[in-house]
């Protein structure tokens, strides 16, 4: 039987259990199976290309997979959809905790990645749904922010780590994990469908703007208050609508630029200082995990103390809190480039060296605080950006494939094309390459204030159409009323005569 959560707030039950419970252990995945690769690659005997791969499997499913589950949650129930994804990913998980065949591993990884995509696309839209408005931003910030997968990869990196250095093998972490999540199964049977839906019931804006102008009662709608509208658009159709959104293609453009800047300084980070400034493996870590965590932590609280509205006025403020927050990190970024420059001379000078590296640390710190803020409420405006609440769970899909590719996926990989163009085959050194490969990666800071820029833009085409149907709505209603007005009055002429 279903459990009726009478003695706790059933949202935030909910929240707790499956936007971040269920989150951080499927990211914990990924820390795992970074901590235990080289235990992993000597008792299999993989080759270098083959452990590549395997770990790349998991983002290449959530990749492929987040439109596909946008598209699913239109037209299945929401709690099936999740329990099946949960089932196969836990599953999967055991499966590749305990198989020690290379193809069945590497099947389970893809499956791993491809079912925790699903959770990516649906906790922004339930969080959407049925999140407190004054809790709204610090919930999806937690959720899809970065905070549970931060989480969530530090958890499987230290338990990893951890077993496998007291001489147990690679497989415990992973075993862990899935009896977590078989765990958090159950809660999930358990939980009412009720509680998991993720499409809006209220009426639509157009719609409201009809009943207002018309004086009509909203009790009484014009039309169908739950539009099925998306549902009947074949894929082609949905994806013609969503391009010709600008709001909503600049929204995620914006958040992929953040996770871009995210993903590429945690890959470049210990090669910078080790290079640049010849501090060891263990300072160059520790620099990381101090820096990303307080920056990223002031960043959310900012973020979190922005209150979302849903009109003309609310969305022109989030945007220009996300702009400034990209205009800092932009400021950041060339705080970098200035710590940086005096590294790069050929007999860089040694009392230099302390202040130019306390420079870059906050540069650094302040493109964090601006990358970190912003996910959450950028997540909430692609949302927003959709009219059509049955169109939003494939437009969700549509954002997460995006940061998914362009963030995640490029963020590590177009500083490492940089590096290598430039040592290979212009014979640059080791530090100039990483260098340049880091301000490579900043410069998706200035791809997110741009992007806002341009949809603050957009805000106010849409605002100027939206002013437009109001003059027509309105100019037909009274039309409307002086025709019946006419009429009635002939009508008495009519009787008294």
Known sequence: MALTFAMVEPQRLVFALFCLLVPVFMAYNGGATA???????????????????????DKLGMTIAAAFWGYMLQRCDAKTLLCTGLLTNAGSTM??????????????????GFTESLQWVWAPLWIGQWAPPALLPIWMNLSGGGVASGIGNGLGT????????QGYSYELAFQIEASVLFALLVALLGTSAQRLIIHSPLVSRSKMRVNHLAHESLEEPLVDTQPREAAQLQV?????????NPLFCRCALAYASANFVNSALQFLWVRIFMELWHLNKDYSVGSFLMISAFAGALGILAASCQRVEHDYLGKVSTLRFVHRA????VLGALVVGAGILPQLHPAPRPD?????????WLGLGMVFVGVTAVPGLLQIMCIESVEEPELRSFATGLAQGANNFLGFAMGPLIPQLVMD???????????????LALFTALLGTCMGAVSTTLAVAAIGRCSECDF???CAISTISHVSSAETESFSSQTVDRSVL
């Open 95 to 112: 499966a590749f905790g305990t198989l020690r065949n290379p193809v069945a591993m590497t099947v389970a990884k893809l499956l791993i």
């Open 421 to 435: 163009i430039l040592q290979i085959h212009l014979g640059w050194g080791l530090q100039k390459a990483l260098a």
């Open 236 to 244: 082609m159709s949905q994806l013609r609508k969503l391009w010709g």
């Open 35 to 57: 901590a235990t690769v080289d235990t992993i690659q000597r008792e299999e005997q993989w080759s270098p290309a083959g452990i590549g791969l395997l770990g790349a499997m």
């Open 326 to 329: 990209f205009s800092g990190a």
């Open 158 to 165: 230290i338990i990893a780590g951890f077993t496998t250095a």
């Open 468 to 470: 437009e149907t109001d």
């Open 352 to 360: 230099l060296q302390l202040k130019s590296l306390l420079l870059t």
